[in-house]
């Protein structure tokens, strides 16, 4: 699906709530041309006095068809997140870029398994892989491990759920709170985590990392040491807490 560097008109259709922090915002986007699981697009704000701001987005959407899905985690200094978890509402309009990105993204013609390691809103763009997982029924084992502070923390906990099978299958991390009775102790991941909740590295399964620069480089740093190739690691990271 070809990328495009136009800026099109993005007009919200609807918002939700997803966490005390976070939002889901779905935006129609006329001449989107469809978009891979993995990709992101760029956001475009423009201000009164013309003043613009520009940031990098997720889409947890995929496929053909003009309507784009985003979860936005607000940043509280920043100057786009605050605005789209706070403001933003149905009829509103932004200006959107895309699709971008070819390295980090899933499609089923991958026969091997598939690792997902997600940190916070770094759920985005493997929630998209995992839905497109099972629309297109792979049979590719599919798991992910989900990295947040508290349960009130994640986004799409009901779809994950929901997504669950024989193929796809859900392993949770908190690092802070767990819910009751949770067997593993809040804690950062590390490598028992990775030992007890990721598809081994001698089965050679592609590895999705998504989350914070320093969620990101500490597991990929755990990988390597647990002998899977850094070339089977895929890595997408953002600044944000």
Do not use: K
């Amino acid at each position: 699906m070809t990328s495009s560097s136009l800026w099109l008109v993005a007009s919200v259709i609807e918002v939700r709530r997803a966490t005390p922090h976070g939002r889901v915002l779905s935006l129609r986007v006329d001449g989107w041309p469809g978009n891979l699981a993995g990709q992101h697009v760029d956001v475009r704000l423009t201000a009164e006095d013309g003043y613009q701001a520009v940031r990098s987005y997720s889409l947890a959407s995929s496929g053909e068809g003009d309507v784009l899905e985003l979860a936005v985690d607000e940043v509280p200094e920043g100057e786009v997140s605050p605005y789209l978890v706070e403001d933003v509402r149905p009829g509103d309009e932004l200006e959107v870029r895309g699709p971008i990105g070819a390295y980090f993204v899933w499609t089923p013609a991958q026969p091997e398994p598939v690792q997902l390691i997600a940190g916070g809103s770094g759920i985005v763009p493997l929630l998209a892989m995992a839905r497109e997982h099972a629309r297109s029924a792979s049979s590719a084992p599919m798991r992910l491990l989900y990295a947040v502070r508290s349960a009130d923390d994640a986004f799409y906990a009901a779809e994950l759920g929901d997504l669950a099978d024989d193929a796809f299958s859900v392993d949770w991390a908190y690092s802070r709170s767990g819910p009751v009775g949770f067997a593993r102790p809040a804690g950062r991941v590390d490598a028992a985590t990775l030992e007890a909740s990721t598809i081994p590295a001698a089965q050679r399964p592609s590895v999705y990392v998504c989350g914070p620069t320093g969620f990101v480089e500490a597991v990929a740093d755990l990988l390597v040491a647990a002998g899977h190739p850094p070339d089977r690691i895929r890595t997408e990271r953002f600044g944000g807490a």
